[in-house]
T-cell receptor
Framework: EAGVTQFPSHSVIEKGQTVTLRCDPI?????LYWYRRVMGKEIKFLLH????????ESGMPNNRFLAERTGGTYSTLKVQPAELEDSGVYFC??????????FGPGTRLTVT | QKEVEQNSGPLSVPEGAIASLNCTYS??????FFWYRQYSGKSPELIMS????GDKEDGRFTAQLNKASQYVSLLIRDSQPSDSATYLC????????????FGSGTRLLVRP
């Protein structure tokens, strides 16, 4: 069974540009989560999808971040416009039921 | 006070010894608790979940939960150098959400 996949693995963009991160959950997992780890900090929750619906977006830092999950399969997280403080590692996780979450390899975002 | 607290370490143990990793949490309503292992530059890997008071064993790993003391621990028996990693404690808060609140992690070093 394939795990959670994320693309790209690394992205370097300039401040003010737009970046879109993609996550493909484990097949059959209705629950999809986005997390972020900025330098020196804990992994922090961003939002939770159940199928295509946003169940909890309490962790989204501001309206420069837009997450979508059209069709309830893969998800994208767009940052527009990117700021320096958005640099970090963005993790996606999925779960079949609302318990054990399995993480993807992450996308390392560097904003210069 | 952080929601999930862990000693950052490093915790250094000799090969073959028992490694004991500890975590405290602040939300008394929390119901689900997880231990993840993260190698440098890699994604968090789920190794244990525990939902009720007491011990849960899986191979060389034992998770212990004491909700009255708001304390969860992970014991690793017969520690191997390959166990050297950062161990993350994650707690699902008691607010009916399914997000995970992570501690900052404890770095474990197993000396050959």
């Amino acid at each position: 069974e394939a795990g959670v996949t994320q693309f790209p693995s690394h992205s370097v963009i300039e401040k003010g540009q737009t970046v879109t991160l993609r996550c493909d959950p484990i097949s059959g997992h209705d629950n999809l989560y986005w997390y972020r780890r900025v330098m020196g900090k804990e992994i922090k929750f961003l939002l939770h999808f159940v199928k295509e619906s946003k169940q909890d977006e309490s962790g989204m830092p501001n309206n420069r971040f837009l997450a979508e999950r059209t069709g309830g399969t893969y998800s994208t997280l767009k940052v527009q416009p990117a700021e320096l403080e958005d640099s970090g590692v963005y993790f996606c996780a999925s779960s079949q039921v609302n318990y054990e979450q399995y993480f993807g390899p992450g996308t390392r975002l560097t904003v210069t | 006070q952080k929601e999930v607290e862990q000693n950052s370490g490093p915790l250094s143990v000799p090969e073959g010894a028992i490694a004991s990793l500890n975590c405290t949490y602040s939300d008394r309503g929390s119901q689900s608790f997880f231990w993840y292992r993260q190698y440098s530059g890699k994604s968090p890997e789920l190794i244990m979940s525990i939902y009720s008071n007491g011990d849960k064993e899986d191979g060389r790993f034992t998770a212990q939960l004491n909700k009255a003391s708001q304390y969860v621990s992970l014991l690793i028996r017969d520690s191997q150098p390959s166990d050297s990693a950062t161990y993350l404690c994650a707690v699902e808060p008691g607010d009916s959400s399914y997000k995970l609140i992570f501690g900052s992690g404890t770095r474990l070093l197993v000396r050959p």
